[in-house]
């Protein structure tokens, strides 16, 4: 607010904002700019502040208004400076602040609104979902030899090629999962980006829907559950195809595989312990607004007090958690072990078998590559050319993607030099 003085007399115009009530809380509401995935909760005597001053109230008429309708003193001053910090303020008597989060206002297909994507989360549409999910799982009971095996993903003798494929087809599959998150958010008229994201030692596609924030929790499981319902219609329409369709053997084996490839991502949306689909589900069902990094800030908390403990010191004086609601202190807690727990096995498994698996197989095909240019079999070193293309693409992107999205862990520390 340096930039404009605010006094008494001042009108205020904001960007446009979202202004709701909090689904457990009646004298709370949330208010947010969706465009920048920023929001708040603010008592709603605040919330009819802000609407005061949308309707052309100054900042003083607006103070009055509520303390004659309410019997409470309100500074609405100190009320628009700090919606001016978080970038929910755009002018002051007509002068523009500056808007430093605008960059943040980007997202994907932003001409895709809710008159055009509605129709996909209609009453019908749900129906024909449950007629194509119920006659899928009939035909795997009456044809149990349908059922997906590890086997159907090796449709091919050359494993590079298979990989490649399955790879294609497992990107495209996670690209749609993503597009229906982002198009279930367009049917509530909230904005959203796609982009890549890590989790643990995972390289992952993820859908940035920070303003569903802005429609109330029963509207957000629409959001959350977008993605693995599209998995369930897609994997139930290729087994009736592949079940009830005269295909050719060879399209039949690339379907089969394309099962595999997506029923594999469905177990990665039950590690609750990261940012998955199912952990948004399990927040929201808590009641809780920032599960992770509150659970993981109480599991630091208790590191630290063990190690206090076993070095003689003083514990750490303040717990994460005393500030929370006492329901949602008590799920943060149980969250917590869960998330240690959870992480601690993912990422052991990872050390022990995944990546000794990585680094074996990239090595074996390097070497087949290097017997290709000796004299050995041409088919086999391009066969693993294109094994160590896909891998090693992966693993770049996944260190790329890490760097960029964890920049504070390889900033330089500076230090302050000491004069003598």
């Known amino acids: 607010m340096s930039a404009v003085l605010l006094t008494a007399d001042s009108r205020v115009d904001f960007h446009p904002l979202s202004i709701r009530p909090d689904d457990d809380d009646p004298e709370t509401v949330v208010v947010g700019r969706s465009a920048i995935g920023e929001f708040v909760e603010l008592p709603a005597l605040y919330g009819e502040a802000i609407r005061l001053l949308e309707a052309g109230f100054s900042v003083t008429a607006a103070e009055e208004r509520i303390a004659a309708e309410h019997e409470v003193e309100l500074d609405v001053s100190e009320l628009v400076e700090a919606l001016a910090d978080l970038g929910f303020v755009h002018s002051v008597n007509g002068e523009p602040l500056p808007d430093p989060k605008a960059q943040a206002a980007r997202n994907h297909f932003s001409r895709l609104t809710a008159r055009h994507v509605a129709w ?27 059922l997906p095996t590890y086997e159907d993903f090796f449709w091919g003798e050359y494993v590079g090629l298979t990989v490649l494929v399955n790879t294609v087809m497992m990107s495209l599959t996670i690209s749609m999962h993503e597009l229906m998150h982002l198009t279930a958010a367009r049917s509530l008229g909230v904005p959203g980006r796609i982009g890549f994201g890590t989790r643990l030692h995972n390289l992952v596609v993820q859908t940035d829907v920070t303003a569903v924030w802005g429609v109330p929790r029963r509207s957000r499981y629409r959001v959350y559950l977008a993605g693995m319902t599209w998995d369930a219609f897609l994997m139930a329409s290729l087994i009736l195809l592949v079940a009830h369709t005269g295909m050719p053997e060879p399209v039949k084996a690339v379907m089969q595989a394309l099962v595999v490839c997506v029923l594999m991502t ?3 949306q039950l590690q609750v312990y990261m940012r998955t689909d199912l952990y948004y589900v399990l927040r929201d069902l808590l009641r809780t607004r920032n599960l992770f990094d509150d659970g993981l800030a109480y599991a630091k908390y208790l590191l630290a007090k063990v190690m206090a403990g076993v070095r003689r010191r003083p514990a ?23 998330l240690v727990v959870g992480a601690s096995i993912t990422l052991s498994a990872f050390v022990l078998f995944g990546l000794p698996i990585t680094i074996a197989a990239l090595v074996r095909a390097l070497v087949a590559i290097a017997d290709g240019f000796s004299g050995g079999p041409v088919l086999l070193a391009l066969d693993s050319g294109l094994l160590v293309l896909i891998e090693g693409g992966i693993q770049v992107l ?23």
């Not at 449950?130 to 035909?139: E, F, Q, R």
């Not at 303040?318 to 969250?335: G, K, M, N, W």
């Not at 260190?399 to 003598?420: D, I």
């Open 266 to 268: 469905i177990p990665f």
């Open 316 to 338: 750490p004086a303040v717990d994460p958690t005393t500030s929370l609601a006492p329901h949602e202190r008590r799920a943060t807690r149980i969250y917590s072990v869960v």
């Open 398 to 420: 996944f260190l790329v993607t890490f760097v960029r999205t964890h920049p504070h862990w390889f900033r330089r520390r500076r230090t302050t030099p000491v004069e003598s």
């Open 120 to 146: 996909l989360f209609s009453r019908p549409m749900k129906l024909l979902w449950l007629l194509v999910v119920g006659a899928a799982l009939v035909t795997l009971a009456v044809q149990p030899d349908m």
